[in-house]
């Protein structure tokens, strides 16, 4: 399922013409996107967070973007579409995601 939105993401950055070649690579468990585009690495930064989050409307994903290194028109970030995390305990605080209140709801408590 999640390749499906790495795959939607590369499409769409391609369509919209925000990037001119990109390409995936893991190193060490970690998943980079090296991308070729003429935008500057803060401005495409916003563009890679744009798309993600325009991707994940709708669904608990979470787009994270971290920017690496540049070199002239290539672009190096380590980008993921994650879960974000959920409490797994009460913490006393009557937060408004509270476990004991995701307890209830489901009828285990």
Request: with cysteine; proline share 4%; aromatic share 12%.
């Amino acid at each position: 399922m999640l390749a499906t939105f790495y795959h939607q993401f590369e499409e769409a950055l391609h369509r919209e013409k925000i990037v001119t070649h990109s390409s995936w690579q893991t190193y060490a468990g970690q998943l980079f996107f090296y991308v070729c585009s003429t935008l500057p690495a803060p401005l495409l930064t916003n563009q890679l967070m744009e798309t993600g989050e325009r991707l994940t409307t709708d669904t608990k994903l979470q787009p994270e973007c971290i920017y690496v290194r540049s070199d002239d028109v290539q672009h190096v970030y380590r980008f993921r579409f994650r879960v974000p995390d959920e409490k797994q305990f009460c913490c006393g605080n009557l937060c408004e995601d509270c476990f004991l209140l995701r307890q209830n709801e489901s009828g285990t408590a």
